[in-house]
């Protein structure tokens, strides 16, 4: 068991919060912008061919990470200029995500000022 462990566990929420950040700071930038699509960022898991039983907690999976991909959302309302983004449904997105981000960074932040107190001899 590392130090770090529960900082490790957070790690991935926090990147794909911080990726899709961008996605939609994206979309907001190009509102105006004929013909674009509003684009989000999703999860992909490929799911195994062959499902292996595992009796151990070491035994090893043919389970692949998974990855993050940038997908054109076909939905919502398209304008004159052909262009799908509302701004105000943006915004809220925006919103959402940066509360999911600092709701991750306060448990890594967290576990990080436990470790720090627990070094410096003041556990509580």
Same mark, same amino acid.
């Given at each position: 068991m590392? $130090?770090?462990k &529960?900082?490790e566990e957070v790690?991935?929420? %926090? ?7 961008k /996605?939609?700071l994206?979309n907001?930038? @190009?509102a105006?912008?004929p ?10 898991f490929e =799911?195994p #061919?062959? =499902?292996?039983?595992?009796?151990k907690e ?5 389970l692949t990470?998974?990855q993050?991909?940038v /997908? ?5 309302? %398209?304008?004159?200029? $052909? @262009?799908n983004? &509302?701004?105000? #449904?943006?915004i &809220?997105e925006? %919103?959402? @995500?940066?509360?999911?981000?600092? =709701? ?6 967290? &576990? $990080?000022?436990?470790?720090?107190k627990v070094?410096?001899?003041?556990? #509580?």
């Open positions: 590392g $130090l770090f &529960s900082v790690k991935p929420f %926090v990147d794909y919060a911080w990726k899709r950040h /996605v939609l994206g907001l930038a @190009n105006d912008t013909n674009y699509r509003r684009r989000d960022l999703v999860v992909e =799911v #061919e062959l =499902v292996l039983k595992t009796t070491k035994h090893i999976t043919n990470p998974p993050l991909k /997908v054109e959302r076909k939905t919502g309302l %398209v304008g004159n200029d $052909l @262009n983004v &509302s701004i105000e #449904e943006e &809220s925006l %919103v959402k @995500n940066k509360i999911a981000y600092e =709701v991750y960074m306060r448990f890594a932040t967290g &576990s $990080l000022n436990t470790l720090n070094i410096k001899g003041r556990a #509580e």
